[in-house]
C-alpha cells in the first residue's frame, strides 16, 4: 500500500521536479497552441489540391483557406501561363513545378520573374480568395470579406506574405496546371515538404456545362493545353476536356493503383459530388488525410456555402458562391443537350469508367 506518510525527502524532491516538467511542457504546449499557427516547421505540411478548370476546386480551395492554420494560394501557376501565353502545357510544367516548390518553401522571390520592381501582396493571382493574406501577419487586421480585403491589405508588400507563409502549419497551393504526377516528383521525394496530394475530380458533363459559360476566360488556358495546336472551334471544347479526363486516368492511376514509394498515403482522389452531397464528412475526411482539425467556424462556414441559395452564372465564373452545392453538381442533366453529352461520354470514356460516373444513353 502507498501511503502519503511515508513519502521521504527524496520522493518529494522528485515529485517536484516531475510537476516542474510538466508545468514546462504544459507551458511550451500551452504556448504553442495559443498561437494558432504556429507549428514548428519541422511538423510543417504542404498540400497540393490537385484539380482541373470548373471542377469545383475554387470550393475546395475555400475549404482550406478558411482554416486558420492554412496559408493557401490559388492557382500561382497562372503567372506562368499567363506570362508564356504562346507556349504550351509540356514546355512550361517544369516552371510552375519549381515556381510552387519556391512558394511551398516562403520563398517569394521566384514571384520576381513576373512581378517586377516591388512586388505587393495583391500583385499574386486571386489575391483576396486567400484568407491568410486578409489576416495578420500579412495584413493589419483580419478582414470580414473580400471587399473589405481589398481595401485593408491592397498596400502590403509581397514580403510580408512570405513573413506570413512561415508561420503557419499548413501551406497549401492549389493548380489546375499539371497534367500528370511525375512532373511534381521532385516535390513528393523532398522530406522537408512532406507533400499531400487532394485530387479533385468532377464529373466531365458539368465541367463542360461550367467551360461552356465560362468558354472566353478559359480560352487562353485552352490554347496552352491544346500545344497552340490549331483546332476548329467546334471541336475544341471536346480536345481539351479529352486531354483533361486523359490527365485525370493518368493521376488516379499514378496515385492510388500503381504508385512509387514515395507516394504511399500521401494521395487522395476526391469526387466534387461526393463533397456536394456529403460536404461535412468528405470535408473531415480531407481535414483528418493533411492533418486539420475541424474548427466549428469552418463548419459553419460550410454549411451557408452548401445551403445557400444563389446560381452561378457567367459573371461567377472564378467565384463561389453560397448556393445549392448538390443542385449545382447535377444541373448539367438539364442544361446540356443529348448529343453534346454523348459526345463527351466518348471523349472520356476510360476516365469516368474508372472515376466511378455513370453514362446516360438517352435524352430521359
Ligand atoms: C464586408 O464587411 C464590411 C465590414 O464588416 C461591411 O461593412 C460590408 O458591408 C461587407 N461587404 C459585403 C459585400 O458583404
Ligand atoms: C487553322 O485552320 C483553319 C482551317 O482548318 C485555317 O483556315 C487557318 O488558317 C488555320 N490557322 C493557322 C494559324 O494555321
Known amino acids: 500500500m502507498i501511503c502519503c506518510r511515508k513519502v521521504n525527502i527524496n520522493t518529494l524532491t522528485l515529485v517536484v521536479i516531475l510537476q516542474g516538467t510538466a508545468a514546462v511542457l504544459f507551458y511550451g504546449w500551452y504556448i504553442r497552441n495559443s498561437f494558432h499557427h504556429s507549428a514548428s516547421p519541422k511538423g510543417k505540411v504542404h498540400i497540393l489540391l490537385l484539380s482541373s478548370w470548373r471542377s469545383g476546386s475554387s470550393f475546395l480551395g475555400q475549404v482550406f483557406s478558411q482554416h486558420p492554420s ?38 517569394f522571390s521566384v514571384m520576381n520573374a513576373y512581378l517586377p520592381g516591388n512586388p505587393l501582396s495583391s500583385s499574386l493571382f486571386m489575391w483576396t480568395w486567400s484568407q491568410a ?36 502549419s499548413h501551406v497549401v497551393l492549389k493548380e489546375t496546371r ?12 523532398d522530406p522537408v ?19 461552356d459559360e465560362s468558354a472566353y476566360i478559359l480560352h487562353t488556358d485552352s490554347a496552352i493545353v491544346l500545344e497552340q495546336r490549331n483546332v476548329s472551334s467546334a471541336e475544341r471544347q471536346y480536345e ?23 507516394l504511399e498515403g500521401r494521395y487522395k482522389l476526391v469526387r466534387f459530388e ?9 470535408i473531415n475526411d480531407i481535414y483528418n488525410f493533411v492533418g486539420l482539425k475541424m474548427t466549428p467556424e469552418v463548419k459553419e462556414w460550410i454549411y451557408k456555402m452548401t ?23 447535377e444541373a448539367w442533366r438539364t442544361e446540356l443537350q443529348h448529343i453534346k453529352v454523348k459526345k463527351i461520354q466518348e471523349v472520356c470514356k476510360a476516365a469516368m469508367l474508372l472515376l466511378g460516373y455513370k453514362t446516360v444513353n438517352s435524352e430521359g
Open 178 to 189: 499539371f497534367f500528370e504526377l511525375e512532373s511534381i516528383y521532385p516535390l513528393l521525394q
Open 240 to 262: 481539351v476536356l479529352r486531354e483533361i479526363c486523359r490527365s485525370h486516368l493518368n493521376i488516379y492511376e499514378r496515385g492510388l493503383l500503381n504508385p512509387p514509394p514515395f
Open 70 to 107: 492554412v496559408f493557401y494560394l490559388m492557382e500561382p501557376g497562372w503567372h506562368v501561363w499567363t506570362k508564356n501565353h504562346k507556349s504550351g502545357a509540356k514546355v512550361l510544367r517544369t516552371t510552375v513545378r519549381d515556381l510552387l516548390w519556391s512558394l511551398y518553401k516562403c520563398d
Open 274 to 282: 461526393d463533397v456536394a452531397q456529403n460536404p461535412l464528412t468528405e
Open 133 to 168: 493574406l486578409c489576416s495578420p501577419p500579412a495584413c493589419p487586421f483580419k478582414t470580414a470579406n473580400e471587399s473589405q480585403c481589398r481595401q485593408v491589405c491592397h498596400a502590403q508588400s509581397l514580403s510580408k506574405a512570405q513573413e506570413a507563409c512561415q508561420t503557419y
Open 307 to 329: 445551403q445557400g441559395k444563389g446560381k452561378g452564372g457567367w459573371n461567377e465564373a472564378f467565384k463561389i458562391t453560397s448556393r445549392n452545392a448538390a443542385e449545382v453538381s
Open 193 to 211: 515538404l512532406n507533400l499531400h496530394v487532394v485530387h479533385l475530380v468532377r464529373d466531365p458533363r458539368a465541367v463542360m456545362r461550367s467551360r
